[in-house]
Every structure is written in structure tokens, then in C-alpha cells.
């Protein structure tokens, strides 16, 4: 059986490279908890999060061409590809560094689309991080950082690589270690607008914020869960069901939810209990990215 596991697949060097052909993973992420402390004048909000990463993604794989031209596949239904996140990516690290290649990406689609576990993001950030591997153009991991926050709020954690607690509007990191638990991720056949949520009246806008070690020692929550659970029924209904066999909320805005688990086998157990018409996955949290584990075997 085929697995989506990324740091399984490290052991099979047949996944580094086939002929001119690099494989590079593009992980999910969950936000543990996320506060909303305050909406400020600019329409922003100021927020506290927990990002970790997952055991578990999208792949893309990559080959150089000499021509300056960036050709994706799959096509996307209604999606321009000059629009999609990696073709963006792409270009923006060409027009910044003046790199003259090129590059055929092809996207292995695996996470759910719309699910707030970031899949759009992280294959910005992985494309941003492979391709100055691949063109040698040699930027920091701040520069490309840089480049990622002008393509999607949540690209910069993906290209920093470590569990952080995001502040301000999340362009502070605050690297740290929460319990690299395994997770039982559904997600119901919807997708939810982040701005829609944000801009809800009963969303709370005043939690207080906390210190790093209060946050980490305080029960997790989401200060998005309620008025998700409210407007969509759907999320009500699975994370109704998760909730009666471990603790489980919502990741982000959704719709995207998970329970959390201290080993393998009872992860296991409960996803193999679910409805038929639950989908979803079973993922190792990683307190560093796949991505950036991934290309140490490079060198």
C-alpha cells in the first residue's frame, strides 16, 4: 500500500531523485490552538496560534528546464495557472534572484483542498525552498520568508520549518516544543472562508493574551470553534462524533478538525470506527518540518 507519510519515505532513496526528476514533500500543518486578541484599525487581527507540523502531505515533483518557463501540472478546474500559489511562488523567486531556468512542477494532490490545514501554503513554501535548492540561488531562509508573506499568510511558517506560537498578525515566531502527538484528522466535504469567519460578529476579538508558558500549559482551544460549529452543521456533526473518543477542535477557521492521540495504535483504532462518509487521515505531529528533514538528505 502506497503511504503518504513523509519521513517513511526518507529510508526509499528511489523518492529523492529518477533521473532529472526531484521529489520534494509539502506537509500539513494544524494550529493546536488560536486566540484572537484583538481586531486592529487596518481590519487585521491580532492573534496567538500553536503551528506544528504533520507526518503526512502533498509531493511536488520538480524538473529544471533551461527556457525560463514554469509549466504545472495538474490543471486545476477554474484556476488560472498564473494564479495558482506555486506558478506565483515560482516567478517570484526568478524576478527576485534573476534565475534564467525554468522548471516542470507537477503537484501529487493528497490533502483536502479548503481544509485549513494549509496545502495551498506549505506548496508555495515548499516550491520557494526547492527551486533555490535546485536553481542554486541561494537565498536565507529570511529572504524566502520575505517572498512567502506576500503569497499567503501562513507560507513564512512552512519555510521557517519549526513548531512556533505565531503572534501579532502572525509574522512573529516563537519557536518551541509541544508533544509530537498522532492525530486523527477528518475533514467534512466543505470548504470554509477564513474571511467570512473573521468577519463574523459573534466571533470573540478580546481573549487576553498570555505569556509562551501560560499558552503551553493552559488547555488548547480555538476561538473560531464556535461560531464554525454554529454556521456549518457538518463540522458540528464530525467533531460531535471525534469528540467522544479524544480530546478535538478545529484547526485555523476549518474545516479541517482533529483528535489528539499519545500513540499510533489508538489513532488507529478510532479512524477505523468513523462513518463512511468521514474522510480524512492519521498523522504524527513533527516539531520540524518534513520538508526541511527531507532535504538533509540531500547533501
Not at 17 to 31: E, H, I, Q
Not at 217 to 239: G, I
Not at 260 to 284: L, Y
Request: with cysteine; proline share 5%; aromatic share 10%.
Amino acid at each position: 500500500m502506497k503511504t503518504h507519510h513523509i519521513l517513511t519515505a526518507l529510508s526509499d532513496k528511489n523518492n529523492f531523485k529518477s533521473g532529472d526528476v526531484w521529489r520534494f514533500p509539502s506537509p500539513a500543518k494544524l494550529n493546536l490552538f488560536l486566540y484572537i486578541n484583538n481586531k486592529r484599525a487596518d481590519g487585521y487581527h491580532e492573534l496567538q496560534t500553536l503551528f506544528q507540523f504533520l507526518d503526512y502531505g502533498d509531493w511536488l515533483e520538480i524538473s529544471l528546464r533551461d527556457d525560463g518557463e514554469i509549466y504545472l501540472t495538474p490543471e486545476i478546474p477554474h484556476l488560472k495557472p498564473e494564479d495558482n500559489l506555486i506558478y506565483r511562488a515560482a516567478k517570484a523567486l526568478q524576478q527576485k534572484t534573476g534565475c534564467t531556468q525554468g522548471a516542470n512542477i507537477h503537484l501529487d494532490k493528497i490533502l483536502p483542498m479548503g481544509g485549513g490545514i494549509g496545502g495551498g501554503s506549505s506548496n508555495a513554501a515548499t516550491t520557494l525552498i526547492a527551486l533555490n535548492y535546485l536553481w542554486k540561488t541561494h537565498l536565507s531562509l529570511n529572504e524566502l520568508a520575505q517572498l512567502g508573506v506576500k503569497l499567503g499568510a501562513d507560507v513564512p511558517i512552512f519555510i521557517h520549518g519549526k513548531a512556533a506560537i505565531a503572534e501579532g498578525v502572525g509574522e512573529i515566531f516563537h519557536n518551541c516544543t509541544p508533544t509530537e502527538k498522532w492525530y486523527v484528522v477528518l475533514k467534512p466535504e466543505m470548504s470554509i472562508s477564513t474571511a467570512v469567519v473573521f468577519s463574523h460578529p459573534d466571533l470573540p476579538r478580546n481573549t487576553p493574551k498570555r505569556s509562551i508558558d501560560q499558552l503551553l500549559t493552559d488547555e488548547f482551544a480555538n476561538d473560531c470553534e464556535k461560531v464554525v460549529r454554529n454556521c456549518y452543521p457538518m463540522v458540528e456533526e464530525t467533531l460531535g462524533w471525534l469528540l467522544k473518543y479524544a480530546p478535538s477542535r478545529l484547526t485555523g477557521t476549518g474545516a479541517c478538525i482533529f483528535a489528539e492521540f499519545n500513540d499510533e495504535q489508538s489513532a488507529r483504532v478510532v479512524f477505523e470506527k468513523k462513518p463512511e462518509h468521514f474522510t480524512g487521515f492519521i498523522a504524527k505531529g513533527c516539531n520540524r518540518s518534513p520538508l526541511h528533514q527531507w532535504l538533509e538528505t540531500f547533501s
